[in-house]
């Protein structure tokens, strides 16, 4: 892909994700009732991409953004730097399937290979701890995709835990 139609797509990619944004933001950010249960609010409520109403049309542009991201290195920082602009769409837009097949695994692993550690790193290893034992328990042979998708990750050191990269080539898993 030339240099050209690379910036065309990731501006395209960046309209989209802040069109999701302004509809996510009210959502992401509505308060809880301090007062009662509040995973109980939680699950009470519609999915976010549902309640406001762009699941379909958020989930296609997910799956386009992280092809592009897989695919194209020159792709990789800029739609970074994108997700961790649009916070509410970082929370809220995530790969509709259980990795439960090696595509929704490394589906699922390309998103958190997007986000690149997000906020806390803890929070990104113990994400990566369940997806990888869902993985597991649907027999699905993981370490090759864990290696495929180091491949395409950052590699720095952002919050003094080692880089994802290292997180998905170091982990602990034997599949």
């Known amino acids: 892909m ?6 065309a797509r990731l501006s395209e990619y960046e309209a989209r994700l802040s069109f999701f ?6 959502i ?4 809880f009732d301090p007062g009662s249960d509040l995973l109980e609010q939680y699950r009470k409520r519609p999915h976010p991409l549902e309640e406001a109403d762009i699941r379909a049309e958020a989930e296609k542009v997910l799956a386009e953004v992280t092809e592009l991201y897989a695919s194209t290195p020159a792709a990789r920082e800029p739609i970074r730097n994108m997700f961790a602009r649009f916070t509410a769409v970082n929370w809220a837009l995530w790969p509709p399937q ?9 589906s699922l692993l390309l998103r958190i290979s997007i986000e690149d550690q997000g906020r806390d790193p803890r929070d990104t290893l113990v994400m990566l701890w ?35 990269r290292d997180m998905l080539l170091k982990a602990p898993w034997q599949s």
């Not at 259980?98 to 490394?106: G, I």
């Open 98 to 106: 259980e990795p439960t097949s090696e595509d929704a695994l490394r």
């Open 2 to 7: 030339n240099a050209h139609t690379l910036k």
């Open 21 to 26: 944004e302004a509809k996510l933001q009210p």
């Open 130 to 164: 369940h997806v990888c034992r869902q993985a597991e328990e649907a027999g699905v042979k993981f370490r090759p995709i864990l290696e495929s998708v180091a491949a395409v990750s950052s590699d720095a050191n952002r919050c003094g835990w080692g880089s994802l």
């Open 28 to 31: 992401a950010t509505r308060p």
